[in-house]
């Protein structure tokens, strides 16, 4: 960044680039890097310090081009959880394929916490009240399709006739371990120097052969 000199020697403080000017963004990229903007503040001050109109000021755009591609902060939130749960699938289904038939449930609640741990403003929010999944098509059917992942394991690890329920409380075990885990509430005595991930890893692969056992 250049810099120029006061007289007498003394550097005077660097120019600050300028903001990229809204002409510069294609059709497209401007939603785009909304959405990137958005992410970084949701993770850096949480779903309250989420502005449309401090993220049109960082973009170098005017206040309401934003609002041409979502409407309200509400809107702008509900595209971050929809996105949220879309790389949730991803992760899930992409580690139930790879583990062997007898791991992929188990597989696919380590991938869930492991989100969970390295996205946690976007894991909490996907969750939180602040939202209405019913209103909002794009969220509701990117939730919906999250949980058919792992309704999916559930069904093949315990029965058709059982998935139903074996959702419910393998999504309860991986949610509320992840929770725990985020929130620090894991005391060293049951952590005994094990990572976070490592402790998820431990507790469903224990659940995981006591239910085999029990089946």
Request: glycine share 10%.
């Amino acid at each position: 960044m250049p810099t120029s000199t006061r007289r007498g020697g003394a550097p005077s403080p660097p120019v600050p680039a300028a903001a990229k000017p809204a002409a510069a963004y294609h059709h497209g990229d401007l939603r785009a890097a909304i959405l990137e903007a958005a992410k970084a503040a949701l993770d850096a001050r949480g779903p309250a310090g989420l502005s449309l109109r401090e993220i049109a000021r960082r973009l170098g755009v005017s206040h309401n081009a934003p609002s041409r591609h979502f409407a309200s902060r509400e809107a702008l939130l509900a595209a971050l959880a929809a996105d949220g749960f879309r790389e949730l699938a991803r992760r899930t289904r992409a580690a139930a394929a790879a583990a062997t038939p007898d791991e992929r449930l188990r597989a696919t609640g380590v991938a869930y916490i492991a989100f969970a741990l390295d996205q946690p403003a976007t894991f909490r929010l996907m969750f939180s009240g602040l939202l209405g999944k019913d209103a909002t098509p794009d969220l509701l059917a990117a939730a919906m399709a999250s949980l058919g992942g792992l309704r999916a394991e559930a069904g093949r690890a315990h029965g058709a006739e059982r998935a139903v329920e074996a959702t419910i409380g393998a999504w309860a075990c991986a949610h509320g371990l992840a929770t725990l885990l985020l929130d620090g509430q894991i005391p060293e005595a049951m952590a005994r120097g094990r990572t976070r991930l490592e402790i998820a890893a431990d507790v469903l692969g224990g659940m995981a052969r006591r239910a085999g056992g029990a089946g």
